[in-house]
C-alpha cells in the first residue's frame, strides 16, 4: 500500500526521529526535516573542515539540532551560515555562537518577519496561493504532519530570530583549514540570498535561488528579473554538482535544464 500523501495523517503521528540526515562523501552530511511541508522542508549541511566545521542553513528549529547530533557539533568550532533568512533555513541558528548572513538579511535574521508559525493559517492567503500553484501540496492546518514529541504544542512555535555575529559579502573566502569557501551574492529569492562555492570539488552550495522542484520567486522580497540575473551567472560557472536548499542534488545538465526552463517561462531567454 502506498503512504498517504503529505499531511493527509490524522490524528497526528509522533515522529519516531526528526531530523533525516544522509553522509556524503567528502565529510558533507545532509540534513532535512521529513515531517515539515514541502514548501518549508530545507536541506541544511554540515560540512567538516580540519580546524573548524561549517553549517550551511539550518532547518525550522522545531527540535533543537546541536543535542541531536553530539558526533557533528561537539566542542570543534562551527560556522553558522544562511543561505537567506526565510523560517526554513534560519531556526536553529540561534544555537551557535558564529552566526552569519549577508549583510542585506542581517535585520530579517535578528527580527524575522513573513511565515514565522507553524499554522498554515498564517500564511497570507494570496501567497499560499501562489505556493499551490507553484506545485506545492495545499495547506491544510498546520506545516507539520506529525508531532516532534508526545505533548508538543505547535501553536506555541515562533521561529527564533538571532543577531547575527558577522556579515559576508560577495566573494567572501570562508575557511576552514583545510578546504576553502567562496560566498557569491546571488540575490532574487530574496534581497541576501547568497550560494557557497567550493572550486576544487566544483559544487554549489545553492540556497533556494535553484533547486530540483517549483521554484518559488513571487513574494515578498523577490525580484524576477534580479533572479533571472542570477540563474545566467549559475550557467556561467563551471558548476558540477548543486547541493540545493530544497529537493535532492543534480549535476550539471539538470542545472542547465532548471535554469533554461524559468528562463523561457519568465520569458528572459535572451
Ligand atoms: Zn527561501
Given at each position: 500500500?502506498?503512504?498517504?500523501?503529505?499531511?493527509?495523517h490524522?490524528?497526528?503521528?509522533?515522529?519516531?526521529?526528526?531530523?533525516?540526515?544522509?553522509?556524503l562523501?567528502?565529510?558533507v552530511t545532509?540534513?532535512?526535516?521529513p515531517?515539515?511541508?514541502?514548501?518549508e522542508?530545507a536541506n541544511?549541511?554540515?560540512?567538516?573542515?580540519?580546524?573548524?566545521?561549517?553549517l550551511?542553513?539550518?532547518g525550522?528549529?522545531?527540535?533543537?539540532?546541536r543535542?541531536?547530533?553530539?558526533?557533528?557539533?561537539?566542542?570543534?568550532e562551527?560556522i553558522a551560515?544562511?543561505?537567506?533568512t526565510h523560517?526554513d533555513?534560519?531556526?536553529?541558528?540561534?544555537e551557535?555562537?558564529?552566526?552569519?548572513v549577508h549583510?542585506?538579511?542581517?535585520?530579517?535574521?535578528a527580527h524575522?518577519?513573513g511565515?514565522?508559525?507553524?499554522?498554515?493559517?498564517d500564511?497570507?492567503?494570496?501567497l499560499?496561493?501562489?505556493f499551490?500553484?507553484?506545485?506545492y501540496?495545499?495547506?491544510d492546518?498546520?506545516?507539520?504532519d506529525?508531532?516532534?514529541y508526545?505533548?508538543?504544542?505547535?501553536?506555541q512555535?515562533?521561529?527564533?530570530?538571532?543577531?547575527?555575529?558577522?556579515?559576508?559579502?560577495d566573494q567572501?573566502?570562508?575557511?576552514?583549514?583545510?578546504r576553502?569557501?567562496?560566498?557569491?551574492?546571488?540575490?532574487g529569492?530574496?534581497?541576501g540570498?547568497?550560494?557557497?562555492?567550493?572550486?576544487?570539488?566544483a559544487?554549489?552550495?545553492?540556497?533556494?535561488?535553484?533547486y530540483?522542484?517549483p521554484?518559488?520567486?513571487?513574494g515578498?522580497g523577490?525580484d524576477?528579473?534580479?533572479?533571472?540575473q542570477?540563474l545566467?551567472?549559475?550557467?556561467?560557472?563551471?558548476?558540477q554538482?548543486?547541493?540545493?536548499?530544497?529537493?535532492?542534488s543534480?549535476?550539471?545538465?539538470?542545472?542547465?535544464?532548471?535554469v533554461?526552463t524559468?528562463?523561457?517561462r519568465?520569458?528572459?531567454?535572451?
Open positions: 500500500m502506498n503512504a498517504p500523501a503529505w499531511g493527509t490524522r490524528p497526528y503521528p509522533v515522529a519516531t526521529r526528526w531530523y533525516e540526515r544522509l553522509d562523501e567528502n565529510g545532509r540534513f532535512w526535516e515531517h515539515v511541508h514541502p514548501l522542508q541544511f549541511w554540515h560540512i567538516r573542515g580540519r580546524d573548524r566545521d561549517l550551511i542553513d539550518s525550522m528549529g522545531i527540535v533543537p539540532l543535542p541531536s547530533f553530539p558526533d557533528l557539533f561537539s566542542d570543534k562551527v551560515l544562511a543561505t537567506h523560517i533555513h534560519i531556526g536553529a541558528i540561534h551557535f555562537e558564529q552566526r552569519w549583510g542585506a538579511e542581517a535585520h530579517q535574521m524575522p518577519s511565515v514565522t508559525t507553524l499554522v498554515c493559517a500564511i497570507h492567503p494570496q499560499a496561493g501562489l499551490v500553484e507553484a506545485g501540496p495545499p495547506f492546518e498546520l506545516l507539520i506529525a508531532m516532534p508526545e505533548g508538543y504544542d505547535p501553536r512555535y515562533r521561529l527564533r530570530g538571532a543577531e547575527p555575529t558577522h556579515l559576508v559579502s567572501d573566502i570562508i575557511d576552514l583549514g583545510d576553502r569557501f567562496e560566498i557569491i551574492q546571488l540575490p529569492h530574496s534581497p540570498s547568497i550560494c557557497i562555492w567550493e572550486e576544487t570539488t559544487t554549489l552550495y545553492s540556497g533556494d535561488l535553484i530540483d522542484g521554484l518559488v520567486y513571487e515578498p523577490m524576477l528579473d534580479i533572479y533571472a542570477s545566467r551567472r549559475l550557467k556561467a560557472m563551471p558548476i554538482t548543486v547541493h540545493a536548499g530544497h529537493d535532492p543534480f549535476d550539471r545538465a539538470r542545472l542547465i535544464e532548471i533554461d524559468y528562463l523561457r519568465w520569458n528572459k531567454d535572451n
